[in-house]
Structures are given as structure tokens and as C-alpha cells.
């Protein structure tokens, strides 16, 4: 029993040295780890801080270059070009014979006149920049509606002698901004009305064919194809316009309505609104936008009246002026 004890105790003590050097060698590899990641921690700070300087020690050179190469530009600026302008010199000459018989000459000069010469920066407008011009105007020939002010764009349609427009701008170049915003020449335009055969003719007439004219030039036409629809009545058929945003005087575009809303395409038109007043919803059954055909008249022009319906499209330019059947939604 007592070799066994003692034995016994002499592993223990084994397992308990063996213990105690692992602790001993784990706690000395933690040490070494942790000094091993100071130093490289703080040799990188080291590193990060050196290169902070140098970046900085850069900046503040650049930035006294910087400032010197500001008051050189400064100083050159504030310099003022002077041209002295010396005129001629004139003598008065007096001549005194003395007795001794010599000859004195007396010359006066005038004083040197400096004069400031002052440069001045002439700034050259865009030729086509569009300034805001409101007026009616006339076709005095067969013009080209074109998309924007020169030749070069495209054709929208064509106007004829004594067609009306309705101008809102004008360019240095010599083109007329419609309400559609699009552009006609200047050169073939009158501020007055525009004789043609057709009102020389009318002008003949009475006073009760004139009225008459009138009257049905104001009253929508037919359609023998229209038929009634549930909850709709059918006014007649209107001509079809298109209008897109409008151009500003600083180059920016509205999209405002005169009633306040933002147009959209598809649902906003422009009309009369004596004929149509503002909210009333009209139905296009062949919508010439291809939607459903519901509009809301939410805006009114100068050039829409009586049996006119003017279209919001965000590309007037690409559609042509049409006929179409209208309703109106009960």
C-alpha cells in the first residue's frame, strides 16, 4: 500500500509540473503575441504619421505658391494701361535785335498730356437666344412651320397667305417663337391682316351673308358616322392641335396649366373656355395621342377658340394638326 501512495503522488506531481509549464508556455507565446502586435502597430502609426507630415509639409508649400501666384494675377490686373501723348512742342519765338545785334529766342512748351486709355469687353448675344415678344402676326407668303429658329429643322407644316400666329417670342436672328413653340421667319410676316382672294370675296358679300359665314364658321361640323354613347353627348367634331412646354425667357420650360395643374400628356388639353369651361372632361373616341381617349380642359390660349381643342404632348413637333369626333362626359 505505501509503494502504491507513494506512486500515486509522483504522477500527480508529474501531471502538476506538466500543467503548470503548459500555463507558464502559454502565457509567455500571449506576451511575445501581444508585444509582436504592439511594436507592428505602433511602427505603423509611426509610418502614418510621418507620411501625414510630408503630405502636409506639401499642401503648405502648394498653398504659399498658390497665394503668391493670386497677388502676382492681382497686382498684373490692377495695372492700368496709360498712353502718354506728348503734342508737339510749340515755340514762340521773339526776336530782339539789340544793338549788339544778336538774335534772343524765347520758346515756351506746353505741358505733356497723359491719357488714360480704357479697354472695354464688348460680350456678343446668342443670335438665336429667344426674347420674350408677344404680338398677332400674319403670313404675307407660304412659310414652313419649322421646330426651331433655322432652316435646319424640321418642317412641322406649312402656313398660308393671311394665316394668323400667335407670337410670344423673337430671336436676333430674324425668327418668330410661336404659341406652339415652334418658329417662323420674320421676313414673311405682317403686323396687319393679309388680304387674300378668299376676304376679298367675302368682303363683297353682305352683312347678312358675313354674319351668316360667321356663324357657322363657329359651329362645330357632323359627323355622319357619330353615334351616341351611354353617359355622353356629342358635340361635333373639332380641329385637333398640339402644344408642348412652354419655353421661359431664362431658357427653362413651364408646365403649368392655367388652372394651376401640371400638364400631362393624355389627359390635358387646352380649349375655349366659353365653349368648354375648365374641368370638363371630353372624350376623343380616335385619340390622336393613341390613349384612352379621356381629356380635362385644364388650360386656355390665345389662339383656341370655338370649336378648337389644342393637346398637351411632350413632342408637339411630331404630330400634325387633324380633325377628330368629341364628346362630352355627362
Known amino acids: ?55 502636409a509639409s506639401i499642401l503648405a508649400q502648394e498653398a504659399i505658391e498658390a497665394a503668391a501666384t493670386a497677388t502676382t494675377t492681382t497686382e498684373e490686373t490692377e495695372m492700368t494701361e496709360t498712353t502718354e501723348l506728348v503734342p508737339v512742342v510749340q515755340s514762340e519765338v521773339t526776336e530782339t535785335i539789340e544793338a549788339t545785334g544778336t538774335l534772343e529766342t524765347t520758346s515756351v512748351e506746353e505741358p505733356t498730356e497723359t491719357v488714360n486709355t480704357e479697354v472695354t469687353t464688348t460680350t456678343t448675344r446668342d443670335p438665336n437666344y429667344v426674347e420674350e415678344y408677344y404680338a398677332t402676326v400674319y403670313c404675307t407668303h407660304d412659310i414652313n412651320l419649322r ?138 373616341p380616335n385619340d390622336p395621342l393613341g390613349g384612352d381617349g379621356y381629356y380635362t380642359v385644364e388650360d386656355r390660349g390665345p389662339g383656341v377658340n370655338g370649336s378648337h381643342l389644342d393637346l398637351f404632348a411632350n413632342a408637339a413637333s411630331s404630330h400634325t394638326v387633324t380633325t377628330c369626333d368629341v364628346y362630352v362626359v355627362n
Open 147 to 284: 421646330s426651331g429658329p433655322g432652316t435646319g429643322y424640321d418642317v412641322v407644316r406649312v402656313l398660308h397667305v393671311g394665316d394668323e400666329i400667335t407670337v410670344t417670342g423673337r430671336t436676333d436672328s430674324g425668327w418668330y417663337r410661336t404659341y406652339s413653340g415652334n418658329y417662323v421667319l420674320q421676313n414673311y410676316t405682317s403686323t396687319t391682316p393679309v388680304a387674300t382672294t378668299a376676304a376679298a370675296t367675302t368682303a363683297t358679300t353682305t352683312a347678312a351673308q358675313t354674319a351668316a359665314a360667321t356663324t357657322a364658321a363657329t359651329q362645330p361640323a357632323q359627323s355622319p358616322n357619330a353615334g351616341s354613347i351611354d353617359g355622353m353627348s356629342y358635340y361635333g367634331q373639332c380641329r385637333i392641335t398640339f402644344y408642348g412646354p412652354q419655353p421661359r425667357s431664362d431658357g427653362s420650360y413651364s408646365t403649368t396649366t392655367a388652372t394651376g395643374t401640371q400638364c400631362s400628356e393624355g389627359r390635358t388639353l387646352a380649349a375655349d373656355w366659353s365653349v368648354f369651361p375648365a374641368g370638363t372632361t371630353l372624350y376623343l
Open 1 to 55: 500500500m505505501k509503494f502504491i501512495d507513494l506512486t500515486t503522488i509522483t504522477n500527480l506531481s508529474r501531471d502538476r509540473m506538466a500543467v503548470g509549464v503548459s500555463a507558464l508556455a502559454i502565457s509567455t507565446m500571449c506576451v511575445v503575441a501581444f508585444v509582436g502586435v504592439y511594436t507592428m502597430l505602433d511602427n505603423k502609426a509611426r509610418q502614418q504619421r510621418i507620411e501625414r507630415e510630408v503630405q
